[in-house]
């Protein structure tokens, strides 16, 4: 039986990026159906209200917490190891699983003797990183790795000799909407469709495929939220006036956003940057996103990629190549029907709350621990 769960995140809290996201809800759902979870993330603040961070990423406090401050240099995951050590000594009980998504973490677990599961969301991009997973992937305490998409574990197949006996897939997730905010949005007379983005707005996430629309469908709003300051004014600029930059908002507030929107757009391309890494992504991504999407009820538009094919189909989603513009516009055109876009919303909706919720990943990802049953 478990009875805790530490849950090592390299993720810095609070922060913009998604892997934040992604460690606050998993602990959420993993404290339903793992009793006591106890969170170690980083922060570059010198002060932080612990309430206040669950409300940020609209939590509510059943699991703690623990920050360990870091500097905003370069390579300032090494002077994390001493409190990542001292951490792990204190809490050792006999049914203790460390739940890791830093390799770091899940190589001082290993040492100490814990049962480990390593979640990867991509392959290493230093021999330093590959060194350490190669030393996971051979150590009977790992007892599981878990990646995020079909195509990452094929990868991962391909690129070592020695993995785990259990290697699992488990997609990304996102939280079933409280009543009300996933209901079909009301038709105005007289208001524009609005088509919403909510992420990045860096290099591959197709902001000029949605700005390019814009400048065509005149009679559509397009608001996009998130980016930072110096992305939205590039972008702004060359924008139309009916592309409306938001900035960034907090994870609680981001429901609201999709609620607020028709449509839906994901225009991820094929050359996909990832913030602080020079690695490509779009062959095994498994984006919060469109698990956010899904659960707002509401039509998406997704780029053809195959890996998002995992998930998306032509019953669920309209997907279009990823630059073609072309395809982008009368894809949005087509939505302009209230029934194609009630009949695609609703089976994705469907589809979500059918596999891609967090309390069904932390549930299945735990289904199966009979080795801590001993």
């Known amino acids: 039986m478990i009875d805790k769960i530490l ?6 809290l609070p922060s913009t990026m998604a892997n934040s996201v992604h460690a606050m809800k998993m602990c959420q759902a993993l404290a339903k159906h793992a009793g006591m979870v106890e969170l170690l993330a980083r922060t570059h603040s010198r002060a932080m209200d612990l309430s206040e961070l669950y409300c940020r990423y609209g939590v509510t406090e059943t699991f703690t917490l623990e920050l360990i401050k870091i500097p905003r240099i370069r390579g300032a995951s090494f002077l994390t190891i001493p409190a990542i050590w001292r951490f792990l000594r204190k809490r050792h009980t006999r049914h203790t699983l460390v739940f890791a998504r830093d390799h770091i973490g899940a190589f001082s677990a290993i040492k100490l003797g814990y049962p480990v599961i390593f979640e990867s969301h991509g392959l290493p991009t230093s021999q330093y990183v590959r060194w350490i997973e190669n030393k996971l992937f ?15 574990k094929s990868l991962y197949r391909d690129n070592f000799d020695v993995l785990p006996e259990t290697i699992e897939v488990h ?31 860096y290099k591959g996430r197709g902001i000029e495929i949605i700005l390019a629309a814009a400048a065509q469908l005149h009679d559509y709003e397009f608001h996009i939220y998130g980016g930072l300051r110096s992305d939205i004014e590039s972008w702004a600029r060359q924008g139309p ?20 929107s028709d449509i839906l757009v994901m225009p991820y391309q094929e050359d996909l940057a990832v913030a602080g890494r020079d690695v490509n992504t779009s062959t095994w991504m498994s984006p919060m996103k469109l698990f ?9 538009i997704s780029s053809d990629l195959p890996v998002l094919r995992e998930v998306l189909n032509d019953q669920n989603a309209i997907l279009a190549p990823p630059q073609d513009t072309a395809a982008w516009v009368h894809a949005l ?11 695609l919303a609703d089976q994705a909706y469907s589809d979500f709350v059918r596999k891609y919720t967090w309390d069904k990943r932390a549930e299945s990802i735990l289904g199966n621990l009979e080795f801590l049953a001993d």
Do not use: C, Q, W
């Open 7 to 12: 849950y090592l995140s390299g993720s810095a």
């Open 138 to 152: 051979g150590h009977p305490s790992l007892k599981k790795l878990v990646v995020i998409s079909e195509a990452l």
């Open 171 to 201: 997609h990304d997730a996102a939280d079933i909407p409280e009543d009300g905010e996933s209901d079909p949005p009301t038709m105005n007379s007289g208001r524009p469709l609005r088509v919403g983005y909510i992420g990045h707005l």
């Open 241 to 260: 006036p009916n592309a409306i930059f938001h900035g960034h908002i907090d994870p609680v507030k981001t429901t609201a956003a999709r609620a607020d």
């Open 292 to 300: 956010e999407y899904m659960s707002a009820r509401r039509p998406i």
């Open 333 to 343: 055109r087509r939505l302009s029907d209230p029934l194609l876009r009630g009949r």
